[in-house]
């Protein structure tokens, strides 16, 4: 839901950000889809292509999940210095870089 508000639209696009595999990545996606987060909308230029779009229901989520996921990262990082933490930052973007 992160990735697709933040303007990932398709499948494929999600896979490459993530490093997803793509079989594992529609099961994500239509579990999401049955729970009412997401809808997919077929691509007008090309009709192999499915739009990914949250809905009002996965909009409404979206705030919780970045609230969550700061909770978790800030435990996980309790007890690491300031520098340590921009460290680990700093290496997580090389690591994203490589793709």
Do not use: H, W
């Amino acid at each position: 839901l992160v990735n697709l508000a933040s303007g990932c639209d398709s499948s494929s696009d999600l896979c490459r950000s993530v490093s997803y595999d793509p079989g594992a990545m529609t099961r994500m996606l239509d579990r999401l889809e049955r729970k009412g987060l997401i809808r997919r909308v077929r691509c007008f230029e090309d009709r192999r292509v499915a739009r990914l779009a949250l809905t009002d229901e996965g909009k409404a989520v979206y705030p919780q999940l970045i609230e969550r996921a700061a909770t978790v990262l800030n435990r996980k990082l309790r007890g690491f210095s300031p520098d340590e933490v921009r460290q680990l930052e700093s290496l997580l973007q090389r690591m994203l870089m490589n793709d």
